[in-house]
T-cell receptor, first 119, second 108 residues
């Protein structure tokens, strides 16, 4: 099956600093990547959708200047949380759709998630 | 906008059958997914329905009625490892929108 990796799996940073999270599709070309945020005991909330080579589309209420998304290649997307604050502490999960051997047209493949803690 | 509802919690006994319901209201419906998520991990794909009817895959089955905006996930022969959160998600055009999830506890 398709594999999506995320790095780092856990990160602790100080308030006011920036953190970059990488999402990679390992065995397929991800034409579209999605970034989700999940708070404890809650479901996944879509933050933004990005297509390779174009600007991300952000969901209502998500600050695009705070959550910078770059999808520069068909296998890599990055999410940078700028000027992080404790309320940004959450589980960030990326997901990808794309094309490759054995891919279904409808399925999204999820990365293992990144636990961000801002102190 | 979209609205996806599922029960917050359910409890069932090992070996039994449990049905988790999901109702939705959305525009641009393009399929319904069920995912399983263990605490601290990413969701894993269970099933996909785009046409009305029942899809069966081993111990898991999923049903869809588009006219009613309704789906259910049926888990048979429950095992302790099935204790997890089950997420109903609707594809609206190209976006996958998740319900709040149902926390299933399987008791011995």
């Amino acid at each position: 099956g398709a594999v999506v990796s995320q790095h780092p799996s856990r990160v602790i940073c100080k308030s006011g600093t920036s953190v970059k999270i990488e999402c990679r599709s390992l065995d397929f070309q991800a034409t579209t990547m999605f970034w989700y945020r999940q708070f404890p005991k809650q479901s996944l909330m879509l933050m933004a959708t990005s297509n390779e080579g174009s600007k991300a589309t952000y969901e209502q209420g998500v600050e695009k200047d705070k959550f910078l998304i770059n999808h520069a290649s068909l296998t890599l997307s990055t999410l940078t949380v700028t000027s992080a604050h404790p309320e940004d502490s959450s589980f960030y999960i990326c997901s990808a759709r794309g094309r490759g051997i054995g891919q279904t047209s409808y399925e999204q493949y999820f990365g293992p998630g990144t636990r961000l803690t801002v102190t | 906008g979209q609205n996806i509802d599922q029960p917050t919690e359910m409890t069932a006994t090992e070996g039994a059958i449990v049905q988790i319901n999901c109702t939705y209201q959305t525009s641009g419906f393009n399929g319904l997914f069920w995912y399983q998520q263990h605490a601290g991990e990413a969701p894993t794909f269970l099933s996909y329905n785009v046409l009305d009817g029942l899809e069966e895959k081993g111990r898991f089955s999923s049903f869809l009625s588009r006219s009613k905006g309704y789906s259910y996930l049926l888990l048979k022969e429950l095992q302790m490892k099935d204790s997890a959160s089950y997420l109903c998600a609707v594809r609206e055009r190209r976006k996958l929108i998740f319900g709040q999830g149902t926390e299933l506890s399987v008791k011995p």
